[in-house]
């Protein structure tokens, strides 16, 4: 599985982006995919996440009310739409596809990332 993040850039308190994050590979054994963050100093966090089977979404609380995760279908592609962007959104998003794959024993769980996309907002 390969995942690949575009869709960042500069932006204004207030403004809009949308990332794209585009699976290719065994995408049939996708579980979900998550956008996460990381800040300059600080953890990698879960911004959203949406499961496959069900199109079932979690989203951050400081993402609440401002950002939607989806997905298309056709395209193998998950979005992230962020509005009302805050300067303290600022930081490297990254896609994330959490793999299940059922063997006799059980179950095994990989996670593939992207190389991130930077999302700078300016006050």
């Known amino acids: 599985v390969q995942v690949v993040e575009s869709g960042g850039g500069l932006v204004q308190a207030g403004g809009s982006l949308r990332l794209s994050c585009v699976a290719s590979?065994?995408?049939?054994?996708?579980?979900?995919i998550g956008w996460y963050r990381q800040a300059p100093g600080k953890e990698r966090e879960l911004v959203a996440s949406?499961?496959?089977?069900?199109?079932?979404?979690n989203y951050a609380d400081s993402a609440k009310g401002r950002f939607t995760i989806s997905r298309d279908n056709a395209e193998n592609t998950v979005y992230l739409q962020m509005n009302s962007l805050k300067p303290e959104d600022t930081a490297v998003y990254y896609c994330?596809?959490?793999?299940?794959?059922?063997?006799?024993?059980?179950?095994?769980?990989?996670?593939?990332w992207g190389q991130g996309t930077q999302v700078t907002v300016s006050s």
């Open positions: 994330n596809a959490h793999v299940i794959v059922y063997i006799i024993e059980g179950k095994s769980e990989f996670d593939y």
């Open positions: 590979g065994s995408i049939s054994n996708i579980n979900s």
């Open positions: 949406i499961l496959l089977e069900n199109r079932r979404t």
